[in-house]
Structures are given as C-alpha cells and as structure tokens.
C-alpha cells in the first residue's frame, strides 16, 4: 500500500516524459496527426488534456507497478512494456475512443502500442529510481 502513490508517480512522470516524447518525436518525423503536450482543457473539469492522460497514467502505475513489482529483471521489463502497450491501448480502442465517438483507424494500433509501450518502459524506469534500495 505504501508503494501505490510512487507507483502513481512513476505512471504519471512516465506519461509526460516517455510517452508524451515518443508522440513528439513521432509528430515531428509528420507521422503523427496528435500534438504532444495538449494543454486543451477536458470535459468535466476543464484540466489539460496532457494532465488528464498523465493523471490516468498513474491509474495505470499503481495496476502495472503492482504486477511487476517482484518480477526478477527481464521479466520485469518485458511485462511492464507489454503490459504497459496492451492494457492502455486496449482501453483507448474499446471504451475511450467510442466514448468519445473517435473512430478507430487500424494504422492507429500499431502507433498506440509503440506509444504505450514505451509508457511502459519508462514506468518500470521510474519504478527502479524511486524504489532503489
């Protein structure tokens, strides 16, 4: 329990660091339509869309940090990327996206599964900084 607001942390920082940057490296190169970095406010609360999906992104820290927490190191990594590129992209594609009437273009998986599974990496980097002993 005393784990879950560092795991929220890393989920968050991961989302505005590794995420985020992939997607502007990506948007850069003309591949990605998205601008990183959003700062358009959500429904209902007006918050920026960046800090609304680095918000979810912990969500997603505490559930993956709590999978992979006693891994030994290369299971470690491998599942927090895949599990950090399925889950998230999984829920985008199936409940976000018709939620908010987005259609779903096949070109856009594969995208979401690189974005997402880089998240990953970078929650199981964080999660290794703060939990040095």
């Known amino acids: ?3 879950h607001p560092l795991n929220f942390a890393a989920g968050f920082l991961s989302t505005l660091v590794f995420h985020q940057g992939l997607l502007g490296l990506i948007f850069l ?4 339509l998205v601008k990183p970095y959003n700062m358009n406010p959500t429904e209902p609360f007006g918050v920026p869309a960046v800090i609304s999906s680095a918000f979810f992104g912990g969500l997603w820290g ?3 940090g709590y999978l992979i927490k006693n891994d030994s ?3 470690f ?3 927090a990327i895949l599990l950090g590129a399925i889950g998230p992209t999984a829920v985008a594609f199936l409940v976000v996206f018709p ?3 987005i259609a779903i273009n096949p070109v856009m998986i594969p995208f979401g599964l690189l974005l997402n599974g880089m ?3 970078g929650q199981g980097l964080f999660m290794k ?3 040095r002993k």
């Open 73 to 75: 190191k290369a299971k």
């Open 119 to 121: 998240w990953g990496f």
């Open 77 to 79: 990594w491998i599942k």
């Open 29 to 32: 190169v003309g591949v990605a």
């Open 99 to 101: 939620l908010k009437g």
């Open 129 to 131: 900084l703060f939990f």
């Open 1 to 3: 329990m005393k784990k």
């Open 62 to 64: 505490v559930l993956i």
